[in-house]
């Protein structure tokens, strides 16, 4: 049995860890506490994760219908209506073709956070990563934000359909383009001349393979000013750790608890974390 003093030490831990990061008003999980290692750290994340939330044991696409030529969610006041190809998911290397929880969660969670002067968005510089069907940027452009929604090259068409189809210039407070953006290759100067106020990523972290190139990306788009917002689905706590362990190296990272995400948009499936750079020493 814990001695009180060994309870008490517990408790401060716990309480050190519950930080602000960045542009978010809110208090998140800080992933990394002095006296652990990155490795460490990584693994107890994921250990945390699936021993209390349990992924594997709820059903996937809780919000989303992938086989739909269509899904309709409501945000910022608008009827959104977001045009899915469930078709091209057969195709190799094609995943956003579709939308995915992580997607819906985070445009949600945007809406809440601003709704309830947590967060920011009006007029600032957002650029989206891996944007899919384009939801999440949608959200952040209804909610005032200048965003920047990129993907593959070959990925654009949709993207660029369901923007023009939803983001009506007489109700937008924001505003919407689309430009492409493979990971690891150098960002267009629009990407990065002035350097985002938010990045924003939705199930990008699916495939070791892909993290160095996306941590790159992610290196290049921020500033000391620059507040990342990346909500992942728990599918693979190997990948989910690999990614932890490397981004650690030079972001620090916290998880938004669920009590702060939308109350109707919460899933033990999924996982949104806030990365800020680190100071250069
Ligand atoms: C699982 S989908 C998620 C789409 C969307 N964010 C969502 O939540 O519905 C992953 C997205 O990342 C994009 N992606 C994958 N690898 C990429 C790379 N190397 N460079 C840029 N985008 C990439 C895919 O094209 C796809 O749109």
């Known amino acids: 049995m814990a001695t009180a003093a060994e309870v008490e030490t517990e408790e401060e831990t716990e309480m050190m860890k519950m930080v602000k990061l960045g542009s978010y008003d809110g208090k998140v999980r ?152 493979t990971w690891g290759d150098d960002p267009d100067q629009d990407l990065i001349q002035p350097l985002p106020d938010y990045v924003l990523g939705s199930d990008v972290i699916y495939s070791e393979g892909a993290v160095g190139d996306l941590l790159d990306t992610l290196l290049q788009l921020c500033g000391t000013q620059t507040t990342i917002f990346l909500a992942g689905e728990l599918r693979n706590d190997s990948v989910l750790e690999y990614f932890l362990e490397a981004a650690m190296k030079d972001f620090v990272i916290g998880r938004v608890e669920q009590t702060q995400w939308h109350p109707d948009y919460c899933s033990p499936r999924v996982v949104v974390y806030i990365l800020v750079k680190k100071l250069e020493k």
Do not use: Y
């Open 30 to 181: 800080l992933l990394i506490v002095s006296g652990d290692s990155e490795s460490e750290s990584a693994a107890e994340e994921t250990m945390l994760l699936w021993g209390i939330q349990q992924p594997t044991l709820s059903k996937p696409n809780a919000f989303v219908a992938q086989s739909s030529l269509n899904l309709r969610i409501d945000a910022c006041g608008h009827s959104l209506s977001i045009l899915q190809s469930p078709s091209s998911l057969g195709t190799p290397g094609v995943t956003g073709s579709v939308m995915w929880d992580s997607g819906v969660v985070l445009g949600k969670f945007l809406e809440h956070a601003v709704d309830s002067g947590m967060l920011l968005l009006h007029g600032k510089k957002i650029v989206e990563l891996g944007s899919g069907c384009g939801l999440v940027g949608c959200i952040a452009a209804l909610l005032g934000a200048q965003v920047i929604l990129t993907d593959l090259p070959d990925r654009l068409r949709l993207l660029k359909k369901n923007i023009e189809n939803n983001l009506r210039h007489g109700d937008l407070r924001g505003s919407a383009v689309v430009t492409e953006l």
